[in-house]
T-cell receptor, first 111, second 112 residues
Framework: NAGVTQTPKFQVLKTGQSMTLQCAQD?????MYWYRQDPGMGLRLIYY???????DKGEVPNGYNVSRLNKREFSLRLESAAPSQTSVYFC??????????FGPGTRLLVL | AQSVTQPDIHITVSEGASLELRCNYS??????LFWYVQSPGQGLQLLLK??????LVQGIKGFEAEFKRSQSSFNLRKPSVHWSDAAEYFC??????????FGKGTRLHILP
C-alpha cells in the first residue's frame, strides 16, 4: 500500500501561471481533503470531498478549484497562481470522520 | 463559527518532565477530536482520537488526552517527555458535515 501520494513534490511557478496538484489514495477512503500549511497558521482546509462526485469549500477556497475524479483521486488546481499561494500543500484521506492519512506534501513557490 | 484554539504557540519542557498541551474548540454538539504530531519536514501522524465513550483516551507514544465537555477542551498529556517528542502538535476537530479543522499548532521544544 502506497497510502496517499502527491505529485509533484516541489514546484516553482511564476505569478499568473496555472498548475494542478495531484493526489491519489489506495485505501478505498470516501473522504479526501486539501490543506495548506503556512508558518504560524497551522493547517487550513482548502476544499474537501466527502464522497466521489461531491466537493465542498473549506476555510480558504479562494483561488483554488478541485476535482474528485474518482474515488481514488482528488486534484487541486491553481488557475492563476499568486505569491500568496506559496505554501506547503497536503492532501489527506479518511473514512468519514475517521483517522486522516496524509500525503508527504507539495512545496509550492510562486514568484 | 467552528474553530479550534491552541493557546500556546511554543512550549519548552525539560526531558523527563510532564507535558500538557491545550486545545479548545467551539461547536454546538460533541465533535470528533484528534491530536496529530508533525516532525520537521514530515507529514502528520495521528496520536489519538475521541469519538465517544470514555473521556480519557490513550494514544501512541505514551500520550493521552482528556475530553472535558464543560470546558470544550481536549488537552494532550504525557507524564515524561523524551527528546524525540520535540515536534509540532496539532489539535483537530471533525464536524457532522465531514469537515475537519485544525488548530494553529503548538511547537514543543525539549531541554536536555
Amino acid at each position: 500500500n502506497a497510502g496517499v501520494t502527491q505529485t509533484p513534490k516541489f514546484q516553482v511557478l511564476k505569478t499568473g501561471q496555472s498548475m494542478t496538484l495531484q493526489c491519489a489514495q489506495d485505501m478505498n477512503h470516501n473522504s479526501m481533503y486539501w490543506y495548506r500549511q503556512d508558518p504560524g497558521m497551522g493547517l487550513r482546509l482548502i476544499y474537501y470531498s466527502a464522497s466521489e462526485g461531491t466537493t465542498d469549500k473549506g476555510e480558504v477556497p479562494n483561488g483554488y478549484n478541485v476535482s474528485r475524479l474518482n474515488k481514488r483521486e482528488f486534484s487541486l488546481r491553481l488557475e492563476s497562481a499568486a505569491p500568496s499561494q506559496t505554501s506547503v500543500y497536503f492532501c489527506a484521506s479518511s473514512d468519514v470522520l475517521e483517522t486522516q492519512y496524509f500525503g508527504p506534501g507539495t512545496r509550492l513557490l510562486v514568484l | 463559527a467552528q474553530s479550534v484554539t491552541q493557546p500556546d504557540i511554543h512550549i519548552t519542557v525539560s526531558e523527563g518532565a510532564s507535558l500538557e498541551l491545550r486545545c479548545n474548540y467551539s461547536y454546538g454538539a460533541t465533535p470528533y477530536l484528534f491530536w496529530y504530531v508533525q516532525s520537521p519536514g514530515q507529514g502528520l501522524q495521528l496520536l489519538l482520537k475521541y469519538f465517544s465513550g470514555d473521556t480519557l483516551v490513550q494514544g501512541i507514544k505514551g500520550f493521552e488526552a482528556e475530553f472535558k465537555r464543560s470546558q470544550s477542551s481536549f488537552n494532550l498529556r504525557k507524564p515524561s517527555v523524551h527528546w524525540s517528542d520535540a515536534a509540532e502538535y496539532f489539535c483537530a476537530v471533525g464536524y457532522r458535515d465531514d469537515k475537519i479543522i485544525f488548530g494553529k499548532g503548538t511547537r514543543l521544544h525539549i531541554l536536555p
